[in-house]
Each structure stands twice: as structure tokens, then as C-alpha cells.
């Protein structure tokens, strides 16, 4: 009989901590590893997908030839990993379980960012649609194909738990679907795993999950002001005039007069992340006194997420991110080259529809007529997987013509 999986000793958590000792497991099981707990494992595997790798290539806000120094979606899942890392050992908490969930939380992205995701998404509206987050499950528990004993990665429940819920449960503790998705309902991948594997959808996720969320948010909101302001697309005293960055312009110029402004937006934005990172650790403290929780199953009944931003902090992200969309998001020429990854996009999944065989043999299972749900589905997985130069260099091999994404 395999032993479980859990049998590494590991330092002390506080008692609300997911715990690698007690974890649910694995959907199949396998001998305990020596060296390693087991959400360290689900780490590591993550690190070493295929699908992790392919994130160097793929569209945060700028298409990767725009700059060697713009944000990837790799790097940002980098930067998300060291923000969730540090929230969490600060907090006591299982620090490879928030550091796997934060790197493993875009592995689903298409190329082109969200406009790729759009797009696809309106391609499949037919066949069920398309959802990054289910599938970054998708691939950690069927398309990564790697291991002899099973698909995917293997994850424990914790991680895919977390991967799935961290911006929240799906369900209302009725069974209906949550705001976000009441309209469409729970994503079909989403829906079709946990009928074999329940990941308690009407549950808040660990407060593991909920740090790496607010990571993602402290890392996206700060290296965009970083990456829009890289591009030309505001002046600086146009940060100057908001609630959440005015003061700390101030502080550094005061303390720095005359410093270049390369250096300047770099002390800026550090000194946002880190009070943005203290925030968030003096509210998740008061909710904890609030609450009380004993355990880690405590913080997933709490009635609301744990891990939050105080709001005034909310009120003042609320300003910048209204920023962001204005100056960097919505942006002329980033609109524009979001239309043209779109028609990119689109193209590859009608080709692709229509001709099973422009696409690699492997990616054609069920393409036969009759399956034709199953088909759709292939080639949503085969673009979503794409780089976004992959995707360029593929549309060149299909059209005439292609548009230059510049």
C-alpha cells in the first residue's frame, strides 16, 4: 500500500494554516517523497510544466517584441509568487501552498492576455465557452502529459482547490452560481472535474488561496504602473494626483530631489507594494481576531474572504485601477493591437474548425463530424496553449496576411 503523501515534517504553522500534514491528498495516490512536503511537490511540478514555461511568451499587457523589459506573464506570475510567499510567512501560513497556487494561477492564460481570452471565449460560446481559470485546471489535470501514471500534474486538493477558488467560491451554499457567474454558469471544465472530485465550490478557498489573490492584485496593479509608464502613456505628475501614489511621490522627491525618473518610478512602486502588503496583513489580522478561527476549514465557512485590503485601501485602488484602465488599458495603441490579436485568434479557431488536419495530429482526436463539441474543445486547448509568437507564426502559415501587432 502506497503511505500518504504528507509524511514530511514541516515548521510550525498557525492553526487557521492549510496544512501539508493533514492534506486531502492527491486524486491518485503516490508514495510520500523524502525530501519534500507535499505542497513543495505540487511547487516544483508546476514549475517544471510545460505550460509554466510557455507563460515567458505570453501577453501581459505588451506583446512580447514591444520590449525586452515588459512584464511576461511568467514574470508577473514571479512577482506574484514572491508577494504571496511573503504575505504568508509573515501571516504563519503555509508558505509553499500560497507560493504553488501563485505561480500556477495564469497557466490557463491564452496568448494576447485578455483579449486572446475574449475572443476565444466568443469562438467557443457555442460549445461551452472559455475560461482561463478553468483552464489553468484543465491543464494541471489532463493536458499536461508527462507523468506514467497519470495525466496532468497530480496536485493536491489544496492546489487545485486554490486554483479554482481563489478569487472566491462559485457556488452559494444553495448550489446556484455566485454573480460572476450566474449568467453563464460554472465553467464546463470546472464542473466536469469536480463531479469526480469535489472541490467544495461553495466554500471560501484557504487562506493560502485568498493571499496569493492579493498578491496577484498588489503584483498587476504595480507593474502596470511600471510598464505604463515604461511606454510613454502618462506623465508622472498624472500619478502625482492620486490618493494612493501622491503621497509617496512626495516622500520620494523630498527625500531624492532631482532623481531621474527611472529611478524614481522604481521607489515609487516599492514602497506601493509594501504598503499595499502591510495593509492587507493589518486587515486579514483584524478579521482573524474577528472570526477566530481554529482551523483552516474555519476560514473556508467564515461567510467572507479573510484575506482582504482595508477600505480605504479598497477606495483607493478603486482610483488607480480606474487609472490604469485609462492611461495604459484602453490606450490607442494598445487597443488597437488587442483588435488585431483578437482577428489573430479568430482566424485560428474558424481554420482550425473547418480543417482539423492544419493542426498537429495530436490535437485532432474527436475532430470527426459528429463530435463536433469535442473537436471545438481540442482546438480551444491547442490555441489557448499558444505563445503569442506561436500564434503570430502560425496565422502567417495559414493567411496571406497577418497583422504586425506593433
Same mark, same amino acid.
Request: a negative charge; aromatic letters at 8%.
Given at each position: ?158 492546489? +487545485? ?10 457556488? #452559494?451554499?444553495? /448550489?446556484? $452560481? =455566485?454573480? @460572476? %457567474? ?105 478579521? +482573524? ?10 476560514? #473556508?465557512?467564515? /461567510?467572507? $474572504? =479573510?484575506? @482582504? %485590503? ?97
Amino acid at each position: 500500500m502506497n503511505k500518504p503523501d504528507n509524511t514530511r515534517p514541516i515548521r510550525a504553522h498557525a492553526s487557521y494554516a492549510a496544512s501539508a500534514i493533514a492534506s486531502r491528498g492527491r486524486l491518485h495516490k503516490e508514495e510520500a517523497d523524502s525530501t519534500r512536503t507535499p505542497f513543495q511537490r505540487d511547487r516544483d511540478r508546476i514549475i517544471h510544466a510545460t505550460a509554466f514555461r510557455r507563460l515567458t511568451y505570453k501577453t501581459q499587457v505588451f506583446i512580447f517584441h514591444e520590449g525586452d523589459h515588459y512584464r511576461t506573464r511568467l514574470t508577473h506570475s514571479l512577482e506574484v509568487a514572491q508577494i504571496a510567499r511573503s504575505i504568508a510567512r509573515t501571516l504563519a501560513l503555509d508558505e509553499d501552498l500560497a507560493e504553488a497556487i501563485a505561480l500556477a494561477h495564469d497557466l490557463g492564460h491564452t496568448p494576447f492576455g485578455h483579449a486572446g481570452e475574449e475572443a476565444l471565449d466568443a469562438a467557443m460560446a457555442p460549445y461551452g465557452g472559455f475560461d482561463h481559470n478553468a483552464h489553468s485546471l484543465r491543464l494541471v489535470t489532463k493536458l499536461e502529459r508527462k507523468y506514467a501514471s497519470f495525466d496532468g500534474l497530480n496536485l493536491t486538493w489544496e492546489t +487545485l482547490e486554490g486554483l479554482v477558488k481563489h478569487n472566491g467560491p462559485l457556488l #452559494r451554499q444553495d /448550489g446556484t $452560481p =455566485v454573480d @460572476a %457567474f450566474a449568467k453563464k454558469g460554472i465553467p464546463q471544465a470546472i464542473s466536469n472535474y469536480v463531479d469526480g472530485h469535489d472541490l467544495a465550490l461553495h466554500l471560501y478557498p484557504s487562506l493560502e488561496a485568498q493571499v496569493a489573490a492579493l498578491a496577484d492584485d498588489i503584483a498587476y496593479n504595480n507593474h502596470d504602473i511600471d510598464d505604463g509608464f515604461r511606454a510613454g502613456f502618462y506623465q508622472l505628475q498624472e500619478l502625482a494626483e492620486l490618493r494612493l501614489s501622491g503621497p509617496i511621490i512626495e516622500e520620494v522627491d523630498s527625500r531624492y530631489p532631482g532623481l531621474e525618473e527611472t529611478r524614481l518610478i522604481y521607489e515609487v512602486n516599492r514602497r506601493l507594494i509594501t504598503k499595499m502588503i502591510e495593509d492587507a496583513v493589518a486587515e486579514v489580522r483584524d478579521r +482573524l481576531d474577528r472570526h477566530g478561527p481554529k482551523s483552516s476549514e474555519d476560514i #473556508r465557512t467564515a /461567510g467572507e $474572504p =479573510v484575506a @482582504a %485590503f482595508s477600505q480605504a485601501m479598497e477606495r483607493e485602488l478603486a482610483e488607480l485601477r480606474g487609472f490604469l484602465h485609462g492611461r495604459v488599458y484602453s490606450h490607442q495603441r494598445v487597443a488597437r493591437i488587442m483588435s488585431d490579436a483578437k482577428q489573430i485568434v479568430r482566424d485560428l479557431f474558424e481554420r482550425y474548425l473547418e480543417e482539423p488536419g492544419a493542426m498537429p495530429r495530436k490535437w485532432t482526436s474527436g475532430s470527426a463530424s459528429h463530435d463536433l463539441p469535442q473537436h471545438a474543445r481540442n482546438v480551444a486547448d491547442f490555441i489557448a496553449g499558444m505563445t503569442d509568437r506561436y500564434a503570430i507564426r502560425e496565422h502567417a502559415r495559414l493567411f496571406d496576411r497577418t497583422p504586425d501587432l506593433r
